[in-house]
């Protein structure tokens, strides 16, 4: 087997979709991302390579009351570690994820609009 030399790129589409039930926003969320990775290998010599995944997860998240923050860090580098901050009040949640593995570093940042009416709490009544 021979290495591959070039140029790995990806692009990355996450989509989040987040609902509490609670009487506040600032109790817990729940809800997941979904992903869309599209990894494209240029060799040396210029051919290209590209595949997509997709995959999806659940994403719990528990505001604190005081201030409608979220944080949690998990794992050590160069192993897989990831730093979740969040933030959120009436009107927008935002959160903001910093990750890897070795020498890959995802770091993205995403937000919006919080809106009354979550047809999830609606199925539960």
Known sequence: MYPIE???E??????????TCSDTV???WQGGMST????????????????TNEGSGNFPLAFEADDGT???ETGEPPDGWAVVEGKVD??????????GIGTIVYDFSASGPVKPG????EEKR
């Open 6 to 8: 070039g140029l790995i």
């Open 10 to 19: 990806q692009e990355i589409d996450y989509t989040f979709h987040m609902f």
């Open 26 to 28: 600032y109790g817990p």
């Open 36 to 51: 869309v990775i599209t990894t494209t290998l240029t060799t040396k010599s210029g051919e290209q390579d590209s595949r």
């Open 70 to 72: 979220y944080s949690v």
């Open 90 to 99: 009436e009107e927008k949640m935002e959160l903001n994820y910093q990750g």
């Open 118 to 121: 979550a047809v999830e709490c």
